[in-house]
Nanobody, 120 residues
Framework: QVQLVESGGGLVQAGASLRLSCAAS????????MGWFRQAPGKEREFVAS???????EYGNFVRSRFTISRTNAKNTVYLQMNGLKPADTAVYYC??????????????WGQGTQVTVSS
């Protein structure tokens, strides 16, 4: 059974940094992109970032170099370093795995989510 377990969320002030982690288990993820979506209250889920096994990265348009995604293949773990956090970044962040080079909203594997709250 595939599991994606997120950690690292929390409450921070504007301008602070957080590092999210996601540990995946239950299958090999060599052919899978892994990454993050987020969902703020009353809004649709939004793509944040993704990375493939070989290291190809994609970011959502709003990221503007504030976030960095990385991946440790040997541990099936993906990370999201978030700097310069803004109140608009407040959301539940979901770890996602999808077969292929990119993440789709229809991706088969989702974590339970971790809350990130940024106060002004």
């Amino acid at each position: 059974q595939v599991q994606l377990v997120e950690s690292g969320g929390g409450l921070v002030q504007a301008g602070a940094s957080l590092r999210l982690s996601c540990a995946a288990s239950g299958r090999t993820f060599r052919s899978y992109a892994m990454g993050w979506f987020r969902q703020a209250p009353g809004k649709e889920r939004e793509f944040v970032a993704s990375i493939t096994w070989s290291g190809y990265k994609e970011y959502g348009n709003f990221v503007r170099s504030r976030f960095t995604i990385s991946r440790t293949n040997a541990k099936n773990t993906v990370y999201l370093q978030m700097n310069g956090l803004k109140p608009a970044d407040t959301a539940v962040y979901y770890c996602v795995a999808d077969q292929g080079p990119t993440l789709r909203i229809q991706a088969p594997y989702w974590g339970q989510g971790t809350q990130v709250t940024v106060s002004s």
